[in-house]
């Protein structure tokens, strides 16, 4: 009887996980770095790459949150974001918007590598599906800890998917996906091939599964030219606005282009923040801006005084809106 009693005192001290679940649909992003585990196993690296991913994890919820999505777990060496998708006819828009973010975000890691100098190069890999029958997910627990999931077969495969390599910026889909951004007239600046999957891969990757395994595509991007559009710098509701009339077919693209430059521009950041942007603004975000631009906007003070900004550590987005 003693021992029951305390059995019971002991329960009522232990918190009860809160849990709410619910159906939903909706396209699922999934990004790892790739040879993380060996990286990391490896004396020599280990350092580096805890700070590449510490790092990376900045960088990718910057990402998420500027392409409309939900972050919903970090997973060591990547992540897992989902993007509610209640209408079928929303699945072109919303993918558009991702593989921009995953380019920009693969050419953000190429062309810095997060200031992390080690023997090798980070490399980052993206997997898109579009899940039909998701289990959404909101717990509570340990205290008063707040987390989040999603289930679902095409979380899976996404997973799966990720761990194929292929060319620049490294993401691979499913057909329909990619489809689905023609039948809505829109446009990315990711080209794909189909890749027909052989015994062997199916087994490396799918342990043998046919779930998912059909109609796959990769991207198969022939170069790695900055996607920007010509811009001048102008004041209008505080955004980067286009220097000339752009395609509806192109303005999908401009919201997440416009909100991830604005984020990382306008923050302080940890301690690395500014050297890792400063290296972005050299390598990829200066050369873009100067290529869109005409010898005559080149010489302007505007001009020059954003050249500055991204060579200091008072880097500031203000300077674009002159």
Known sequence: MKSSATSQKALKGIQTPKYKSRRTRGLVWVCDVADSSRLLNQNETAAATESFLERFLYFALTAVNASGGTFVKWTGDGFLAFFETPLDREVGSKAAVIFEAAWWLTAFVNETQMCCPTEGRFRIRHAVTYEKDAVWIDLRHSGDIKSKDVLGRSVVAAFRLSGIECTFPGIVTHGEIVRAIGDANLTTHVTFKELPLTDAMRSRYFKGERFGTKDICV?????????????????????????????DTDLNLFPFRRDFFVALASRRGPRWFQPVLREFGKKVFVPAITASLSKRQRSTPSFARFVEAWERDSTNIDVLHE
């Open 219 to 247: 991207s198969a991007n022939k170069s790695r030219r900055i996607p920007y559009k010509p811009v001048k710098f102008e004041q209008r509701n505080a955004q980067i606005t286009s220097g000339r009339k752009v395609p």
